[in-house]
C-alpha cells in the first residue's frame, strides 16, 4: 500500500482491511473486488466478474501448527479460537476492520485441512505459469505495469 500511494506502483490488489481508509481517505482508487459478491464495506465497488473477467480470488487466515502437534492440543486450541470469534467485541472489530469471520460449522481443523489442500490444488497451475513465464524472462516477473490513462 505505501509504494501505491507513494506512486511507485499503479496497481495493488489488497484486502479490504488495509485497503479501505486509503480508499475512503481518497488516496487510492478501488476499480474492482475480487469475491464472489461486492464487499459490504465497499459497496460501490463492482466485482472483477461483473466487469466481465471469470475469477474469484479470497483471502483468508488460519493458525496453522506443527505437522507433529498432539490431537488434543489442537482441538483446544481450536476451541479457544472458535469462541473467541464470536465474541461480540472480536466480531465487531472485524466488522469494523471489513473482514468476515468464518462460520462455526467451517472451523474444524478437519474442514481448514482440506480448505488449504484445494487451496494448494487451485492456485499451483497458475503459479507454474507465472514461474514460468517469469524464467522466460530472465527470472525476473513485472511488478510494474505502464498503464494507460
Same mark, same amino acid.
Given at each position: 500500500?505505501q509504494?501505491?500511494t507513494a506512486?511507485?506502483i499503479?496497481?495493488l490488489?489488497d &484486502?479490504?482491511s488495509? &485497503?479501505?481508509?486509503?480508499?475512503?481517505?481518497?488516496f487510492?482508487?478501488?476499480?474492482a473486488?475480487t469475491?464472489e459478491?461486492?464487499?459490504?464495506?465497499?459497496a460501490?465497488?463492482?466485482?472483477?466478474r461483473?466487469q466481465g473477467v471469470?475469477?474469484v480470488i479470497?483471502t483468508w487466515q488460519?493458525?496453522?501448527l506443527?505437522?507433529?502437534?498432539?490431537?488434543p492440543?489442537?482441538?483446544?486450541?481450536n476451541a479457544a479460537?472458535?469462541?473467541?470469534?464470536?465474541?461480540?467485541?472480536?466480531?465487531?472489530?472485524?466488522?469494523q476492520l471489513?473482514e468476515?469471520?468464518?462460520q462455526p460449522e467451517?472451523?474444524?481443523p478437519?474442514?481448514f485441512?482440506k480448505?488449504?489442500a484445494?487451496e494448494i490444488?487451485?492456485? &499451483?497451475?497458475?503459479s507454474?505459469?507465472?514461474?514460468?513465464?517469469? &524464467?522466460?524472462?530472465?527470472?525476473?516477473y513485472p511488478?510494474?505495469?505502464?498503464?494507460?490513462?
Open positions: 500500500m509504494d501505491l506512486d511507485r499503479d496497481y490488489c &484486502s479490504p488495509t &485497503s479501505k481508509p486509503q480508499i475512503d481517505g481518497g487510492v482508487k478501488a476499480i473486488t469475491g459478491q461486492r464487499w459490504y464495506t465497499l460501490q465497488v463492482p466485482t472483477v461483473e471469470d475469477f479470497i488460519g493458525l496453522v506443527a505437522q507433529n502437534t498432539p490431537e492440543i489442537v482441538r483446544e486450541l479460537l472458535s469462541k473467541a470469534l464470536d465474541l461480540p467485541l472480536v466480531r465487531e472489530r472485524f466488522t471489513g468476515q469471520i468464518t467451517h472451523r474444524s478437519e474442514h485441512r480448505f488449504v484445494d490444488v487451485r492456485w &499451483s497451475g497458475p507454474r505459469r507465472v514461474v514460468s513465464r517469469s &524464467s522466460e524472462r530472465g527470472g525476473a511488478l510494474r505495469a505502464d498503464t494507460a490513462e
